[in-house]
Structure formats: structure tokens, C-alpha cells
């Protein structure tokens, strides 16, 4: 699929002035704390003001990013500062959201299914904000996979459809589901199927995505 692994990529402000790739070496040095064994490839895409930085462990461009938290600064020759987003490119590394399973199904049995698609790094439950009263878990798994495919947007587990998310996961249709359509305009579906029924499949779906539902 020629999609990157274990790669981040730095998106620099178009409106900030171009940087030269020494100074941006030594960003990398100061603001990410890499060292030269913890990076294979660091790849310049100056028109589009992006940095890509392969590493050499997952486990390693993980760390990062958690503590990176999706952003930093760069302050320029000239003394202004702008923000540099942070994000992972490219497949490798994904936080999998997994809506829709009864906590009854036990942690090993996702971790199989899930590790259809290469390596599972480890599995958290998503917990309710603190906006809502009861700061428990909301059902959703949380599942880190170093990705070699895509996971479809939704599968079976234990019997159970469940619905799954992730960054730059390409949509597949609920009916069939295959990529390039949705379920209103699947080939497969029967035009007997109310359309009212898709539709309120979709609105659940997105409120699953979300983590939070409304009263109907």
C-alpha cells in the first residue's frame, strides 16, 4: 500500500516564514528530545511546510507522542511563535475505538480479532468526561495497533457489530461492508430496507464515534 510506518509528521503554519533544515534539526533536538539512534529518516516537504520523522521503534514515536499531546511551538529568527501540529502519518500507530461490545467479552477475545491487523500494543476503556455525573467507563475500548491494513468500520466480535474508529481510516459501507460507497447507496441493499432504518443507524453510529448520545 506504500502507506508510512512508524513515521510522525510535523505540520508547520503556511503563513509562517520557510525555516532552513538546520534549524529545524535542531528543533527536533530541543523541542521532541530525539537523539540520532531513536530516528532512521527525517524528510523535509518544504512547499507544504511539513517534516516527516521515521523512527526507528513504535514504541519509542508512542512515547513521543503522548507526550507531545499533538503540538508544539517554534519560534522563529524573528522572535514569532507559531504552532507546529504533531500527528502521526501515514498508517503504523492507531488508537482503534471500538463502540458497540458488552464489557461481558473478555480483553483476549478483542485482542485476537484485533491482531488480525499486525500488532496490538495494549487495550484501555474509554471513560465518560467530567462533564457527566458518573465518571465511569462508557464501553468503548480503546485499542493501540501498529496497523499493516485498515480495520473496516465495522466487523462482528463475539457475536456482536461493533463499530470502529480511527485517524485516516477510510469509511466502509454499514450494509456490505466494502469502501467507496455508503449504505444508502449500496448495490447490495435491499430496496425493501426503509430508509429511516439507515438513518438511524447512521445517527447511533455517530453518536458512538463520539463517545456521548442524546436522548431520542
Known amino acids: 500500500m506504500g502507506e508510512r510506518q512508524n513515521t510522525i509528521v510535523c505540520i508547520f503554519d503556511m503563513r509562517s516564514p ?7 534539526h535542531e528543533w527536533i533536538h530541543a523541542q521532541l528530545r530525539l537523539q540520532e539512534d531513536d530516528i532512521r529518516v527525517i524528510q523535509i516537504d518544504g512547499p507544504r511546510r511539513r517534516v516527516y520523522i521515521k523512527f526507528v521503534s ?17 519560534k522563529h529568527d524573528n522572535g514569532e511563535i507559531s504552532i507546529v501540529k504533531v500527528e502521526l502519518a501515514g498508517m503504523g500507530l492507531r488508537r482503534v475505538r471500538v463502540a458497540g461490545l458488552p464489557p461481558e467479552v473478555k480483553e483476549p477475545v478483542l485482542r485476537d480479532v484485533m491482531s488480525k491487523y499486525d500488532d496490538v500494543k495494549d487495550i484501555q476503556e474509554e471513560q465518560w468526561p467530567n462533564q457527566y455525573r458518573y465518571k465511569v467507563s462508557n464501553g468503548i475500548k480503546i485499542v493501540g495497533v501498529i496497523l499493516k491494513k485498515h480495520v ?9 457489530r461493533v463499530l470502529t474508529t ?10 456490505c461492508n466494502e469502501q467507496g460507497h455508503h449504505s444508502v447507496e449500496c448495490p447490495y ?17 455517530n453518536a458512538a464515534k463520539h463517545g456521548t448520545t442524546r436522548q431520542q
Open 152 to 160: 473496516p468500520s465495522h466487523m462482528f466480535i463475539a457475536g456482536h
Open 166 to 175: 480511527y485517524e485516516g481510516q477510510p469509511p466502509t459501507c454499514y450494509n
Open 18 to 24: 520557510r525555516i532552513t533544515a538546520f534549524n529545524i
Open 58 to 74: 513504535a514504541d519509542r514515536m508512542q512515547s513521543i507522542l503522548q507526550d507531545i499531546k499533538g503540538q508544539q511551538e517554534y
Open 189 to 205: 441493499r435491499r430496496s425493501s430496507t426503509p430508509t429511516y432504518i439507515s438513518n438511524r443507524a447512521d445517527s447511533w453510529a
